[in-house]
RNA sequence: GCACCCAUAGUAAAACGGAUAUUACGUCGGUUUCCGGAACCGAAAGUCCAGGUUCGAUUCCUGGUGGGUGUACCA
């Protein structure tokens, strides 16, 4: 598959570039860049090198990019280059390069012009990560859909990717549930929703040792039993976690969402001690009030943020755990790179952990991807505890039933098994893009009607272009085939076109600075330039080699709305 | 106290130094002899404040203001 248009565009630039008089007086290592045009009446693509250029060289920009232009060969690329405004060379792809990357493009199915990655590396995807014996609330969706978007991107790319749920299953919640499960629990209602039961009785226990410290400190004694291997505490803590995966997964299936592992805190247990001890030999951690703790005294904003791994008492942490973590993820699972997909109020424990890697001496590139965080009404962020979060569950179950009204009301002739498949689909769809639509940083307050937007720029509206690319095949009566010269004769067709070749530079942007909603807000757009196509463009109606053009920029519009909404983890649907 | 994140039309968001700040909801007004109107076309309305760097700043820097979060034995 040929390089795409921004790729070609950038290596002629910088041919022209190296032809003109001053190109012995380039900085070093100077590279011009090539970016898509933010308005297309300025061309397709433009370049600001001239400007940057001008002052080194104390030259005109104009005059610059006059004299690059000049020395560029645009071949049957593009038109010769524009300048426009302070000094921007703009460009414009000729007919002949759109109709040829239509056609190479409907001959890459799987990849639809996006190269893999030259060096795959192997990546641990941490996301979701959810308590046991708690349900999954409104919160946990931004680690979750975001995660899973990152993960699909990087596999696309073509890296190895191992998603890991790690989930907590061993924090201090169950010295109250171990307390709770044997003194106040409902057994008919664990039988019947397990889920809810366990979180009524921590809610219940959490509310009871709030003024009751005696109850607090045998909390406490249940939860070091348990530590200790303590039998009868280790059984209920093993029913605890398997009722609560099959509660989690039920939501993963919902969600489309997969592991490849679930190695929860517990699993690192045993080497807990073992970090500590070794830390303590290396001289990275110390002794410091009865704690065994790491400095960081080589870092002015943590000069005073030491981080503990070891409590006075003996008790390891979080810390301690996600050291492990690390540890078996570059030892056993081989990861170049592990991606945190946590919440930024967790930025300081993970530049911590990530320094005292650096200390240790480990290589693996560390990323902490963090996200912004979800609002209750009064401006503060959801906690489980206080026992007024939304679920999940609901969010997604709401969701799917205002999907349905509106199936109802447009298509009520669908079957009954129909109308509920894409009410699913259309449902989650839209919870999910409202998600990855929005930069991850931004914190929102929680709103129904937001989150579960079908009208605008939401989930429906793509699946709505894509409905119509098969809209066309279904009244044709048979599937895209190939063949025929494929001419173009409308701006609405290379608008179009220029915008499906755009796919293979956006996808890998988006891996950039992790950022789903690149990919979002490109696929918004060819909806938008599909639907302007289709009011412009008739196809069943033409004939001959229009006809045959129309119907492949159809099909190749189908392919990319389906595979982009893919890699957010969205499902597409042929009827709506 | 210190640190981190955020601040964009009535509301919710986008723009990882570029040209006239882009969308959606809502408001107002149009489009259907035509392949799915969950569509298309048009109008009004905006960058927290004060400096700085730059040919160019919503974006970078400094200082404010407002909100969120974190900060030695929870995760």
Same mark, same amino acid.
């Given at each position: 598959m040929a390089k795409t248009f921004a790729d070609q565009l950038a290596s002629r630039l910088n041919d022209a570039l190296s032809k003109t008089d001053f190109a012995g007086e380039l900085p070093e290592g100077f590279n011009a860049q090539i970016d898509q045009? !933010?308005?297309?009446q300025f061309g397709d693509y433009q370049s600001n090198a001239a400007m940057i250029l001008a002052k080194q060289l104390r030259k005109n920009p104009r005059e610059v990019a006059a004299a690059i232009i000049e020395q560029f060969d645009g071949g &049957?690329?593009?038109?010769k280059p524009e300048i426009a405004g302070p000094g921007f060379i703009n460009f414009r792809i000729t007919q002949e390069s759109l109709e040829s990357v239509l056609q190479s493009l409907l001959n890459d199915p %799987?990849?639809?012009g996006l190269e893999k990655a030259a060096e795959p590396k192997t990546i641990v995807a941490d996301f979701s990560a959810p308590n046991v014996a708690k349900p999954m609330h409104v919160g946990h969706i931004r680690s979750t859909i975001i995660g899973d978007c990152l993960t699909r991107v990087a596999k696309f790319a073509g890296h190895t990717v191992i998603s890991d749920n790690?989930?907590? %299953?061993?924090?201090?919640q169950f010295g109250m549930i171990l307390w709770g499960w044997k003194n106040l629990l409902d057994e008919t209602a664990l039988e019947t929703d397990p889920i809810p039961e366990l979180l009524r009785i921590y809610r219940d226990v959490n509310a009871k040792t709030k003024d009751d410290e005696a109850l607090k400190e045998v909390c406490k004694a249940e939860l070091v039993k348990l530590q200790g291997g303590d039998e009868e505490n280790l059984k209920i803590w093993e029913r605890c976690i398997e009722l609560s995966k099959i509660g989690l997964q039920k939501i993963y299936d919902r969600l489309d969402v997969k592991f490849?592992?679930?190695?929860?805190?517990?699993?690192?247990n045993d080497q807990l001690a073992p970090i500590v001890d070794e830390l303590l030999a290396a001289g990275i951690a110390e002794e410091s009030d009865g704690a065994i703790c790491v400095f960081f005294p080589e870092v002015e904003k943590l000069a005073d943020k030491p981080t503990i791994i070891?409590?006075?008492?003996g008790g390891f942490l979080y810390a301690t755990t996600d050291l492990a973590t690390i540890d078996y993820r570059i030892n056993?699972?081989?990861?170049?790179a592990i991606w945190y997909v946590v919440g930024a109020p967790q930025q300081l424990h993970f530049d911590q952990i990530f320094l005292v890697s650096e200390k240790r001496g480990q290589k693996a590139e560390l990323e902490f991807i963090p996200f912004g965080s979800i609002l209750g009404k009064d401006r503060k962020m959801l906690r &489980?505890?206080?026992? %007024?979060t939304v679920q999940l569950a609901d969010v997604l179950d709401e969701a799917v039933v205002r999907a349905r009204v509106i199936i109802d009301e447009k298509?009520? %002739?669908?079957p009954e098994e129909e109308k509920a498949e894409i009410a699913e689909i259309i449902g989650i769809g839209s919870v999910k893009y409202a998600e990855l639509? !929005?930069?991850?940083m931004t914190d929102y307050i929680f709103d129904w009607d937001t989150m579960l937007?079908?009208?605008?720029? &939401?989930a429906p509206y793509l699946l709505n272009a894509y409905v119509r690319t098969r809209a066309i095949f279904r009244k044709l009566g048979k599937d895209f085939e190939p063949g025929g010269n494929l001419t173009l004769t409308a701006d609405a067709e290379k608008d179009l076109i220029l915008k499906l070749a755009q796919f293979a530079e956006v996808v890998p942007s988006v891996l950039n600075d992790f950022r789903p909603n690149t990919l979002a807000a490109y696929l918004y757009e060819v909806a938008t330039t599909y639907h302007k196509f289709w009011e412009a463009c008739p196809v069943l109606k033409e004939e001959g080699d229009i006809r045959q053009t129309r119907l492949a920029i159809c099909e190749l519009t189908g392919q990319v709305l389906r595979c982009g909404l893919g890699l957010l983890g969205i499902r597409t649907t042929e009827k709506m």
């Open positions: 045009a !933010q308005n297309r &049957t690329l593009s038109e %799987d990849q639809l790690h989930i907590g %299953d061993w924090g201090t490849d592992y679930w190695l929860g805190e517990s699993f690192y070891r409590k006075s008492d056993e699972l081989k990861a170049d &489980t505890r206080s026992g %007024d298509n009520p %002739d669908l639509s !929005q930069y991850r937007a079908l009208k605008g720029n &939401t």
